[in-house]
C-alpha cells in the first residue's frame, strides 16, 4: 500500500525560505514519477512541482523560487522554497500523479508578516 506523509511547513515571514519532505512507504521512490500541489483557501488544489525520470517540472508562480529533489535511499521528496510570498499561503501534499493516492492532511504553510 502507497503511503505518503508530509511535514516541514510552518509560518513564516514574506521573503524566507521553508523545507517540506515527503516521506513515502510501500514504493520505491525512484521508480515513479511524484510531485507536489497545494491547496489555498477558496482554490481548487494545484500541482506546482513533479520530478521524475524527466527534467523537473514547475507551476509557473514557483519557477526560480522553488526547488524540488529527492533522496532515493531515504525514500523522501523535498520541496525547498525560498523568497515566499503570501500567495504561497496553502496546505502542501504530495502525490503520485500518475496513480494518485487518498490525498493525505498535508503540511500547512502560512506566509504572513
Known amino acids: 500500500q502507497m503511503q505518503l506523509a508530509e511535514s516541514g511547513g510552518g509560518l513564516v515571514q514574506p521573503g524566507r525560505s521553508l523545507t517540506l519532505s515527503c516521506i513515502v512507504s510501500g514504493f520505491t521512490l525512484e521508480d515513479v514519477s511524484i510531485g507536489w500541489y497545494r491547496k489555498s483557501p477558496g482554490k481548487e488544489r494545484e500541482g506546482i512541482s513533479c520530478?521524475?525520470?524527466?527534467?523537473?517540472v514547475y507551476r509557473e508562480s514557483v519557477k526560480g523560487r522553488f526547488t524540488i529533489s529527492r533522496d532515493n535511499a531515504k525514500n523522501t521528496m523535498y520541496l525547498q522554497m525560498n523568497d515566499l510570498k503570501t500567495e504561497d499561503t496553502a496546505v502542501y501534499y504530495c502525490n503520485v500523479p500518475n496513480n494518485l493516492q487518498p490525498w493525505g492532511e498535508g503540511t500547512l504553510v502560512t506566509v504572513s508578516s
Open positions: 520530478i521524475g525520470k524527466t527534467p523537473s
